[in-house]
């Protein structure tokens, strides 16, 4: 069952996501930037996505480089979801996925660590 919620109050679960992640990993993120959008047009199941250079693989070729994106899909998430609790628990599993990508964290080690 999908779960009715405005896009104010998802854009609120997913800043309270990002407060949740240490500061000494929030200091560390480096030109990137995190947007709400309803769905991944090419994969509409898609939760979320980043989409950039990690910065295990940032050299001293990179500068001046436009922002890498995270993207959290709203409609996607609240397909899933059976309840408001439920979306809260997602949209922090989906943020902290999403981040550790940033850090060059692949999806096999995410789903070992249980953020998969």
Same mark, same amino acid.
Request: charged share 30%; aromatic share 6%.
């Given at each position: 069952? /999908? !779960? @009715?919620?405005?896009?104010?109050?998802?854009?609120?679960? %997913?800043?309270?996501?990002? $407060? &949740?992640?240490?500061? @000494?990993?929030?200091?560390?993120?480096?030109?990137? %930037?995190?947007?709400? @959008?309803?769905?991944? $047009?090419?994969?509409?199941?898609? &939760?979320? &996505?980043?989409?950039?250079?990690?910065?295990?693989?940032?050299? /001293?070729?990179?500068?001046?480089?436009?922002?890498?994106?995270?993207?959290?899909?709203? @409609?996607?998430? &609240?397909?899933?979801?059976?309840?408001?609790? $439920?979306? !809260?628990?997602? !949209?922090?599993?989906? %943020? !902290?996925?999403?981040?550790?990508?940033?850090?060059?964290?692949? $999806?096999?080690?995410?789903?070992?660590?249980?953020?998969?």
């Amino acid at each position: 069952m /999908t !779960v @009715e919620m405005t896009r104010a109050r998802f854009d609120e679960l %997913v800043e309270e996501a990002l $407060d &949740l992640v240490p500061p @000494e990993f929030t200091h560390a993120m480096n030109n990137v %930037v995190v947007l709400v @959008e309803d769905r991944n $047009d090419v994969e509409p199941s898609l &939760l979320g &996505l980043y989409q950039g250079i990690a910065l295990t693989e940032r050299n /001293t070729d990179y500068g001046g480089n436009l922002p890498d994106h995270i993207f959290i899909y709203r @409609e996607a998430i &609240l397909d899933i979801c059976d309840s408001e609790e $439920d979306v !809260v628990e997602e !949209v922090t599993i989906t %943020v !902290v996925h999403e981040i550790a990508h940033h850090f060059g964290v692949d $999806d096999a080690r995410l789903h070992e660590l249980g953020w998969g």
